[in-house]
């Protein structure tokens, strides 16, 4: 939800305090989410900036998350850069994971309004 109130031309800008040393290594590559402890998504990386007026670094991501296989991982500012091997698989999309859902379990979701 905090994203889509930030997207602009399709890019979600985030900011950290450093540049990354291999910022241009990591163009094209995958900022991967972490929450509660668990890899859950990821962006992809379209470029970094610099905030003139603090001097912060600007990550500009891909608005569309990507949910991956959940992880866990020691969290460190809430997201990592990870190499391609040491990266949790892609999820499918909702659709096709509900169609792949057991009905037994997909009805109890439901009836608990998670679903």
């Known amino acids: 939800m905090r994203q889509r109130l930030r997207v602009s031309d399709g890019e979600v800008p985030v900011f950290t305090r450093f540049r990354p040393k291999r910022a241009d290594a990591l163009i094209g590559g995958s900022l991967f989410w972490i929450i509660k402890h668990r890899l859950v998504a990821r962006q992809t990386i379209r470029a970094f900036g610099e905030d003139a007026s603090s001097r912060r670094t600007i990550i500009m991501l891909d608005a569309r998350l990507v949910p991956v296989a959940a992880w866990p991982k020691r969290a460190h500012?809430?997201?990592r850069y990870l190499a391609a091997a040491d990266a949790p698989p892609d999820l499918g999309?909702?659709?096709?994971?509900l169609a792949e859902m057991p009905t037994a379990l997909l009805s109890e979701l439901t009836a608990l309004a998670l679903l």
């Open 77 to 79: 500012q809430g997201w």
């Open 93 to 97: 999309s909702p659709g096709e994971l």
